[in-house]
């Protein structure tokens, strides 16, 4: 294979490219926790493809069911005929996933992308209630085609559809503002108050824990509140869980122990365990009430992509995966604390839960400098919210404490060298 240096992508990729532009390196190959370039430098992962790749990259065992099936001359492409291989992935997803929590949903396969499993969502919300509006939050991030924007907060995003985006009304999320309000008491407000000005929606839409906006964690009372508002507006509740879903946030399925039971739950990202595109909607069957092909898509049955996700669900099979998550996960807390202890020039503040966690510094700039130099190091990280003002990190649920070990000692080298020559804000 031809080596290519970044020039190529300069003269011949549009401009809209953007982690090209964070990693400047051209990529070769990766295993596990790290990847390497043409130069055959190494480096740690702590992106874990956003959040598409919980399982580290090129998993072992997925990648010899993957291989497995292509040489057999397996289906690669059926629309949403059945296949062996999505059958497969039904009864393993049922029997190891949604059985033991005792849940249960219909499964929808939409376009294998995240903005897909939206769409269909809150699509289908409108059909189900015959209402058009949708209450989303502030600082969610829900993907990029029209409706998915039309709940995205993000505003630089937003002015990127061209048109007006209309029929949401955008809500503050848990502790937007302040601890002091109470924002399930304002939107209860706007709801009851017929001069609010606010319709009943057909969907809330939200993230329990916000990536792109922030890595802000919804608390679990905040979570269970909202949810009895829904159910006392007959309003369908919707949870994206894109990309805080499949164990990112400790549980597989991210509001786990705040006890929610949401009428539509959208994964994407890690759901196909290897990097493949996938995308599930699911949905309680009493809400299941499509007409045959009223919401398709040439690539909703994308078979290779079961073969792997079908694979995957095994780590779930045994509950150590998920105590050594929560373990690793108070690992990475506590590295965090004490980075903001040591370091008072970030005037940080540590967001998330599980292995979706960061430091926000109100620190112009320093957030972005951080992963930066952390990638000169060896390490790729990205940053997250409005103003990039969070360096996030999302390593994958696999990693070794050693893996965990070395990451974190180049953000914490990252950090010393930097926090000096930036200014603090005061409090």
């Not at 059958?87 to 929808?108: C, E, H, Q, T």
Request: hydrophobic residues 40%; negative net charge; charged residues 25%.
């Amino acid at each position: 294979m031809v080596n290519h240096d970044l020039k190529i992508f300069e003269e011949l990729e549009s401009n809209v490219r953007s982690y090209v532009r964070s990693f400047p390196t051209v990529f070769k190959k990766a295993k596990g926790y790290k990847m390497w370039d043409i130069d055959g430098k190494e480096y740690i992962d702590f992106f874990s493809g956003a959040g598409a790749l919980n399982y580290g990259h090129n998993d072992e065992k997925m990648k010899q069911k993957l291989v497995e099936y292509i040489l057999s001359d397996g289906i690669t492409h059926s629309l949403d005929m059945a296949s062996e291989a999505k059958a497969s992935f039904l009864k393993k997803f049922n029997d190891v996933i949604l059985k033991p929590r005792g849940m249960n949903y219909k499964v929808m396969f939409p376009g294998p992308t995240g903005t897909n499993t939206v769409e269909s969502a809150l699509k289908l919300a409108r059909k189900v209630t015959g209402r058009t509006n949708v209450i989303s939050f502030t600082n969610g991030f829900h993907g990029m085609t029209i409706g998915s924007l039309s709940v995205t907060g993000n505003s630089s995003k937003r002015k990127g559809a061209g048109i007006p985006l209309q029929h949401v009304v955008t809500m503050p999320y848990d502790n937007f503002v302040s601890e002091k309000l109470d924002t399930v008491e304002y939107l209860d407000r706007f709801l009851e108050d017929n001069g609010s000005g606010v319709e009943i929606p057909a969907a809330m839409i939200l993230e329990t824990v916000q990536g792109e906006g922030g890595i802000n964690a919804a608390s679990f009372e905040w979570l269970r509140r909202i949810e009895a508002i829904c159910q006392r507006w007959g309003i369908i509740l919707i949870i994206d869980d894109v990309q805080a879903g499949v164990g990112r946030t400790g549980t597989f399925f991210s509001f786990e122990k705040a006890g929610i039971k949401p009428d539509i739950v959208c994964l994407s990202k890690s759901i196909s365990g290897y990097g493949l595109p996938l995308a599930l909607t699911l949905i309680k069957p009493e809400l299941d009430i499509w007409n045959p092909g009223e919401h398709n898509g040439t690539f909703r049955g994308n078979n290779p992509a079961f073969i792997t996700a079908t694979e995957a669900l095994t780590y779930w099979e045994d509950e150590s995966f998920e105590k050594s998550i929560a373990e690793k996960s108070e690992k990475i807390t506590e590295f965090l604390n004490q980075i903001v202890d040591k370091y008072p020039e970030l005037n940080g503040e540590v967001k998330g839960r599980g292995f979706m966690q960061g430091i926000s510094t109100p620190v112009e700039g320093l957030a972005s400098d951080i992963a930066a130099k952390a990638f000169e190091s060896g390490l790729i990280m990205e940053t997250a919210g409005p103003e990039d003002e969070v360096f996030k990190l999302f390593p994958p649920l696999t990693i070794s404490h050693e893996g965990l070990e070395k990451g974190f000692k180049v953000i914490e080298e990252s950090v010393r060298s930097l926090v000096s020559t930036k200014q603090p804000i005061a409090n």
